[in-house]
């Protein structure tokens, strides 16, 4: 199940240079590229004339030429020169995508081209704020897009499968959990009140004693997970609102399928405590991306498991009430945006 009138990241703004990039997107092969002024461009990775990929072309001026037969297309993929022939045929073309650059990511929109409103995007501010430091990276994850969305839901996890960087007992025990669902949003909150802080944690924040750690996990479609973490020193006052003497982060979060079973995962850590400190953001995105790995490993080890027994059972527990509420929402606009094909006609459904 994908949703196709919807923003995506396509790559990290520093991937896509003058060398075409090839990029699988909702199983649509997809090239990317920069124009001469440092415009992106994507389209369609496939030449209409003997189906070979773009990508193993290369740019020429602000025209993409194929490998094979040198047919060059220009970024409204309309194709411009035939090598030994004057006539263009008509249908010599290639499907364009929309494409914003934001938040050191390149944003593409893979559905209908009219509906796409760069306001759409979500903010992912603290990627560029100078308040802030970040980093982050790009995983290909072996697995379906949805259980990443899950497990970003549930952190119950992190007590099992991170206890020797940014979990503890204490998020699966002792969590006071809240779920908020709107039409198109799930919030789930996390309180762990006077409790050890986790490794990472201690690293980060120097901690001696026990903390108050909060968890917020802000869930937009399709796939779009920011979480607001963090721990004070117990007592200080962060339940009422009050942050001081401790440390503040977003774990931030833009899940985008390659295909039914394989996911571009990019995802980066920003804190606001120590910002312009290289050596402090190194460290605490090299402990997350230890913790990431760590999920990776089980993202892959569910698909294999999945694919050999798509019929086992599967049962819910009380900490999945995130992730439900999230495959309801994408169940909808599933729903929604097959009704909205399905009455532009054979053509629109098609294409």
């Known amino acids: 199940m ?39 461009a994507a389209m369609e990775n496939r030449c209409p004339h003997r189906r070979v990929p773009l990508s193993g072309g290369k740019v020429i001026g602000d025209v993409l030429q194929c490998p094979y037969h040198g047919l060059q297309f220009n970024v409204d993929g309309a194709c411009v020169r035939v090598p030994g022939q004057e006539m263009i045929p008509p249908t010599a073309c290639v499907r364009t995508f929309p494409t914003e650059e934001r938040y050191q990511w390149v944003w ?9 409103d760069p306001d759409m995007i979500p903010d992912y501010h603290w990627m560029t704020d100078d308040e802030w430091g970040a980093k982050g990276a790009l995983f290909h994850v072996k697995a379906n897009w949805q259980l990443i969305v899950d497990n970003l839901l549930d952190l119950t996890h992190l007590a099992f499968v991170h206890e020797t960087t940014i979990g503890n007992a204490a998020v699966a025990e002792n969590a006071a959990v809240k779920v908020t669902r709107q039409p198109n949003n799930v919030l789930v909150s996390r309180w762990v ?6 490794p ?38 962060a339940p009422e609102g009050i942050f001081v003497d401790g440390i503040n982060m977003r774990n931030l979060n833009c899940i985008t399928p390659e295909t039914e ?28 991306k230890i913790a990431f790995l760590e999920d990776v490993d089980i993202f892959e080890a569910q698909q294999r498991s999945i694919d050999a027994h798509p019929d086992a059972k599967q049962i819910d527990i009380n900490a999945d009430s995130g992730g439900i509420q999230a495959r309801k929402i994408l169940q909808r606009l599933h729903v929604e945006e097959l009704a909205e094909l399905a009455k532009a006609g054979p053509k629109m459904a098609a294409g």
Not at 108 to 116: H, N, Y
Not at 193 to 198: G, H, R, T, Y
């Open 200 to 237: 990472t944690y201690v690293k980060a924040g120097g901690f001696t004693g026990p903390v108050d750690r909060w968890q917020f996990i802000d869930f937009t479609p399709p796939s779009f997970l920011r979480l607001h973490v963090g721990a004070t020193p117990t007592g200080t006052g």
């Open 261 to 288: 079973n394989t996911t571009h995962y990019f995802w980066a850590q920003a804190h606001d405590f120590d910002p312009k400190n290289q050596a402090v953001t190194d460290m605490v995105f090299e402990q997350v």
């Open 2 to 40: 994908f949703l196709y009138n919807q923003w995506y990241v396509a790559a990290w703004s520093t991937e896509v240079t003058r060398t075409p990039l090839a990029r699988t997107l909702l199983n649509e092969p997809v090239v990317l590229f920069r124009t001469e002024a440092g415009e992106i």
């Open 108 to 116: 593409i929109w893979m559905g209908d081209a009219a509906k796409a």
């Open 193 to 198: 009140i006077d409790k050890p802080a986790p």
